[in-house]
């Protein structure tokens, strides 16, 4: 859509093949209270979905074993349960995260301390050595995740198979699509965590105040800026599923992409927020607060309805169809993330057929969207410029 393009001249980064390393050799030792609390606590909030865990193990990674009880229920009534289902790459509904605390106000380093700051100096350690330690111990939990999934690997799909034989003898059918897929769900596990270990990088105190910034300022900000007639759809995600949203050329339920439901998006469907409920997409489906900041973060897709009853509905249902932004690109807005990415989502996208200029830095976005705004209220251009469908004509020369 040409008011929302940028000319920017992009040359599209070459996509690198993840290769399977096996078991990795953690640099830091880390014990089963790290894992736990790391991994799975407030600052994984958008990847703990796939994480091992012990409270998760039997529930989560396979299909109960039900060789020993599936004799005692009588064959026209039994129900074997299936194997619990992960997030998949573009679900995005999960609890608020949690912060992680920044560095101790009351401890600074003495090199960097103005003149006559009278905070303790004695006891703190260099920025760069607190952000090196959190790097070296998050990515040591990063590769003992990976290590577990690997290891559990055969004895699941040894569980999976002696279920599935027990479905047929009892029942005399093929059991279910998607039931015990215990090893699926851990090769989806290894297959994130491997993709985590490729983008994880330490990070920095500039790093985490800018992650706040959008966190606290974007929401606020898009909803002052944006002409209030405009039903933009916000759909957040950590960086490896917008990887993975890209690569698909859209948005989709998981139903229609995995054959199985991961959230409550029903086929044919996909959950988005509105500018005035963007603080939760961005607070929680972003990836801003995940694994310790110690990965980018995430992207924003910035859509539009397809037509006036859909631009209704999903302002309050929070729910709009599939959409392929190659064969829809009108739809697509933006696809916002943080500077350090641009240049790699951007290749991403131009591999994808889609618009790599539609890749923007989330600030700028909210200021292109302030110009078009005042356009508007200038009868410069009018609501329907920016639209994909056709307003009614009621509507059509709204000024704003």
Same mark, same amino acid.
């Given at each position: 859509m040409p008011p929302f393009e940028l000319n920017r001249t992009t040359t599209p980064l070459p996509l690198p093949e993840i290769e399977r390393p096996g078991h990795f050799t953690p640099a830091v030792e880390i014990t089963p209270e790290d894992h736990h609390e790391e991994s799975v606590g407030a600052s994984a909030a958008d990847l703990d979905a796939f994480a091992i865990t012990p409270e998760d193990d039997d529930e989560a990674m396979a299909a109960p074993d039900v060789t020993e009880t599936v004799a005692a229920i009588e064959p026209d009534t039994a129900v074997l349960p299936a194997a619990a289902n992960v997030q998949d790459d573009q679900d995005d509904e999960k609890p608020p995260a949690a912060r992680v605390p920044e560095a101790n106000d009351t401890n600074i380093p003495a090199e960097t301390a103005p003149a006559g700051d009278t905070r303790t100096t004695e006891t703190a350690a260099p920025t760069t050595d607190k952000y090196a330690q959190q790097y070296a111990r998050q990515r040591a939990i990063l590769e003992s995740r990976h290590n577990n999934a690997t290891s559990r690997m055969e004895p699941a799909k040894q569980r999976d198979e002696t279920n599935k034989a027990a479905w047929r003898t009892i029942r005399g059918t093929e059991p279910p699509e998607n039931t015990f897929n215990g090893a699926d769900v851990l090769e989806r596990t290894i297959d994130e965590t491997e993709a985590l270990l490729e983008v994880c990088r330490p990070s920095s105190a500039e790093d985490v105040d800018y992650r706040h #910034?959008?966190?606290?300022?974007?929401?606020?900000?898009?909803?002052?800026?944006?002409?209030?007639?405009?039903? &933009?759809? +916000?759909?957040?995600?950590?960086?490896?599923?917008?990887?993975?949203?890209? !690569?698909?050329?859209?948005?989709?339920?998981?139903?229609?992409? =995995?054959?199985?439901?991961?959230?409550?998006? @029903?086929?044919?469907?996909?959950?988005?927020?509105?500018?005035?409920? =963007? /603080?939760?997409?961005?607070?929680?489906?972003?990836? &801003?607060?995940?694994?310790?900041?110690?990965?980018?973060?995430?992207?924003? +897709?910035?859509?539009?309805? /397809?037509?006036?009853?859909? %631009?209704?509905?999903?302002?309050?249902?929070?729910?709009?169809?599939?959409?392929? +932004?190659?064969?829809?690109?009108?739809? &697509? @807005?933006?696809?916002?993330? !943080?500077?350090?990415?641009?240049?790699?989502?951007?290749?991403?996208?131009?591999?994808?057929?889609?618009?790599? %200029?539609?890749?923007?830095?989330? +600030? %700028?976005? !909210?200021? #292109? &969207? %302030?110009?078009?705004?005042?356009?508007?209220?200038?009868?410069?251009?009018? =609501?329907?410029d920016y639209l994909p469908y056709q307003l009614p004509k009621t509507t059509r020369t709204t000024r704003v």
């Open positions: #910034q959008v966190q606290d300022r974007l929401g606020p900000t898009i909803v002052a800026d944006m002409p209030p007639e405009l039903p &933009l759809r +916000f759909h957040g995600t950590n960086i490896i599923r917008a990887k993975n949203v890209i !690569a698909s050329h859209g948005l989709s339920s998981s139903v229609d992409r =995995l054959g199985y439901q991961t959230s409550y998006d @029903v086929s044919g469907q996909v959950s988005v927020a509105t500018a005035e409920t =963007l /603080d939760t997409s961005l607070g929680s489906y972003t990836g &801003l607060n995940d694994e310790n900041y110690c990965v980018p973060p995430g992207c924003l +897709f910035v859509m539009l309805p /397809d037509s006036p009853q859909e %631009a209704e509905n999903s302002g309050t249902t929070m729910i709009m169809r599939n959409i392929d +932004f190659v064969e829809q690109p009108e739809q &697509l @807005v933006g696809i916002l993330t !943080a500077p350090e990415n641009i240049p790699t989502v951007q290749g991403w996208a131009a591999e994808a057929g889609i618009n790599p %200029a539609t890749v923007q830095e989330f +600030f %700028a976005f !909210a200021g #292109q &969207l %302030a110009d078009i705004k005042k356009s508007i209220a200038a009868g410069e251009t009018t =609501l329907q």
